[in-house]
Every structure is written in structure tokens, then in C-alpha cells.
């Protein structure tokens, strides 16, 4: 069974920097693309950024690609998002997840639940107040 925990939400002064991470057990972690996502009050989840199984990093959203930054570390199974300068509008539910796709990571966030292999977590919750 795959279990995606996501940890390190709270609450953050804006200019602050976070960093959440999440643990996937269950699956070959080195064989998945991993990614985050994160859903805004009132506003459909949007792709932040995925990390192929590959190297290769891709980046979703242009506003945040120069302050939030993904990393992995396949010994430990757990990717992180470091988050700096953080703004009032990053509050939101923030997602993990990992994906099988022999394109390691999707050209288009919106395509990831399409895959028959996608794993989310529960999610966690960042508070960046002004």
C-alpha cells in the first residue's frame, strides 16, 4: 500500500522562508517522477513543479519557479519544497505526489491524474500572513 505524508505546514511571516517535506513508501521511489502541487482558497490544485526520476526538473508555475525550489533524495524516499520570500497569496493546501510516466515528469500539470499510476497525499497547510 503507497502512503504519501506530507509535514513542515504552518504558519509563516511573509518575506519567511518553509520547507515541507514528504516521505512515499510503498513504490520503487527512484522509478516515480515526484512532484508539488498546491490548491489556493476558493481556486481549482495547480502544479508547482515535478522532479523526474531522471533529473530533470520542471517548473508549472512561472511565480513562484525563482522562490520555491524541489529537491529529492531517493535514499530517504522524501522529496522537500523549500519555499523563501514567501507572499500572503502562497497561502495554501500544499500536495505531494508521485507519478509513473514513462515521460518521467508531465509536460502538463493537468494530465497527472490521468496516469493509472499517481499517488497524493493528504496535504498540508501553509499560512503565510503579511
Known amino acids: 500500500q503507497v502512503q504519501v505524508v506530507e509535514s513542515g505546514g504552518g504558519l509563516v511571516q511573509a518575506g519567511g522562508s518553509l520547507t515541507l517535506s514528504c516521505t512515499i513508501s510503498g513504490l520503487n521511489f527512484g522509478d516515480f517522477a515526484v512532484g508539488w502541487f498546491r490548491q489556493l482558497p476558493g481556486k481549482e490544485r495547480e502544479g508547482i513543479n515535478c522532479f523526474g526520476y531522471d533529473g530533470d526538473i520542471f517548473d508549472y508555475e512561472a511565480s513562484v519557479k525563482d522562490r520555491f525550489t524541489i529537491t529529492r533524495d531517493n535514499a530517504k524516499n522524501t522529496l522537500y519544497l523549500q519555499m523563501r520570500d514567501q507572499k500572503p497569496e502562497d497561502t495554501a493546501m500544499y500536495f505531494c505526489?508521485?507519478?509513473?510516466?514513462?515521460?518521467?515528469?508531465?509536460?502538463?500539470?493537468?494530465?497527472?491524474?490521468?496516469?493509472?499510476?499517481?499517488?497524493w497525499g493528504q496535504g498540508t497547510q501553509v499560512t503565510v500572513s503579511s
Open positions: 505526489t508521485a507519478v509513473f510516466s514513462m515521460d518521467t515528469c508531465p509536460k502538463n500539470a493537468s494530465t497527472w491524474n490521468k496516469y493509472k499510476y499517481v499517488y
